[in-house]
């Protein structure tokens, strides 16, 4: 059974730091791209980045661009999400999410992802 659990979630103020983790199990790991999508109450789930199964290539949405760091250990079957300068509008759900493939075509359509965590609250306040 597929498990991805997001931590690291929280209140935070404007300017601030925070890191996510996804914890993965029941899968291969390092044959899965990995990405990190939020949603906003009333908006549509977004893909925030998304990294390649070796780490080589990453994808940034161009509204955290420069903030957001994406990384993941392959031997630890783990994928971060370093935040920082974080701002009101980045206040969300963010969920965890794996795609069972080696390409990184489509990594920011939500439906190309086979399994998703429950996700972790993440909110901004000034």
């Known amino acids: 059974q597929v498990q991805l659990v997001e931590s690291g979630g929280g209140l935070v103020q404007a300017g601030g730091s925070l890191r996510l983790s996804c914890a993965a199990s029941?899968?291969?790991?390092?044959?899965?791209?990995m990405g990190w999508f939020r949603q906003a109450p009333g908006k549509e789930r977004e893909c925030v980045a998304s990294?390649?199964?070796?780490?080589?290539?990453?994808y940034y949405a161009d509204s955290v661009t420069g903030r957001f760091t994406i990384s993941r250990d392959n031997a630890k079957k783990m994928m971060y999400l370093q935040m920082n300068s974080l701002k009101l509008e980045d206040t969300a759900i963010y969920y965890c999410?794996?795609?069972?493939?080696?390409?990184?075509?489509?990594?920011?359509?939500?439906?190309?992802?086979?399994?998703w965590g429950q996700g972790t609250q993440v909110t901004v306040s000034s």
């Open positions: 999410a794996a795609r069972p493939s080696a390409s990184m075509l489509g990594v920011t359509t939500a439906g190309n992802y086979a399994y």
């Open positions: 990294i390649s199964w070796s780490g080589g290539a990453t």
């Open positions: 029941g899968l291969t790991f390092r044959t899965n791209v």
